[in-house]
């Protein structure tokens, strides 16, 4: 999974096929994109410009312009980690991103989650499993949850969502689209909204009510996130058990 289906993988299905391939392709190779003009592009990716132009639009953007400068935003803030002691690097990871975490934190979650009326736990692209994960743990001590990932729940959601009820929000990069839209509309419903990210300053977070990150640096391999998801587990493991202690009898 690159990093164009990390970002925008929950819009796959509303796109045409001539723009799923043009998706694909990028999603393979998006240095193209930096390194050709659109016309060049349309030629080697044997596709036309308005379909590049459309599938730009189809992702949120104005027009190809605004997709050429996020997607080398995305480029440049995915980096490769080169250390040859795996063992020594988790255990860094696992020190500075705990360091960063207060007991107040976790615990403001725990609450948060104890006395919202309904739960919505939202995550796409590689966080969807976490989402789902996330929900089922919550049945498992007796707090019903809804994990959300399509495209169209999360359009639904600000409809879902009551002032007393609660949306945590799963991201790595705090900055996909489709997340971010959704949560403006649900600030705007006076929904609550927690967040989980890995970035340490991202957009997701400044919309939320309180953040958790964890700050593990971008992995690339290939134009492929394999960023660990480790670290996001963690806090909601941790989360969880806060809540199970303080709050289920």
């Not at 027009?63 to 040859?84: D, M, P, V």
């Not at 970035?199 to 309180?210: D, V």
């Amino acid at each position: 999974m690159g990093i164009l289906i990390e970002n925008y993988g929950n819009i796959i299905n509303e796109m045409s096929e001539s723009e799923k391939n043009v998706f694909y392709d990028l999603d393979n190779s998006p240095e193209l994109v930096n390194t050709l003009n659109l016309t060049d592009l349309a030629n080697v990716l044997a596709t036309s410009n308005s379909t590049i132009i459309r599938l730009a639009q189809r992702l949120g953007f104005k027009g190809y312009s605004q997709f050429k400068y996020e997607l080398a935003r995305l480029i440049k803030e995915t980096t490769y980690i080169n250390e040859k002691d795996l063992l020594s690097q988790y255990q860094s990871f696992f020190q500075d991103s705990l360091s960063a975490l207060t007991l107040n934190s976790l615990e403001i979650f725990a609450e948060q989650i104890h006395i919202a009326a309904n739960l919505f736990i939202v995550g796409v692209g590689l966080t969807k499993p976490i989402a789902e994960y996330t929900s089922k743990r919550l049945y498992q001590i007796n707090k019903a949850s809804m994990y959300i990932y399509e495209s169209h729940m999360l359009d639904l959601l600000p409809q879902l969502i009551k002032s007393n009820d609660l949306a945590i929000f799963i991201s790595m990069s705090g900055e996909t689209n489709s997340l971010l839209t959704s949560a403006q509309k649900v600030k705007q419903t006076n929904g609550k909204i927690l967040s989980i990210t890995n970035s340490r300053a991202n957009s997701l977070n400044n919309i939320t009510m309180h953040s958790i990150t964890t700050g593990i640096p971008t992995n690339v391999y290939h134009n492929y996130d394999i960023t660990s998801r480790a670290f996001l587990m963690v806090n909601i493991d941790l989360i969880l058990e806060i809540y199970l202690k303080r709050y289920v009898r």
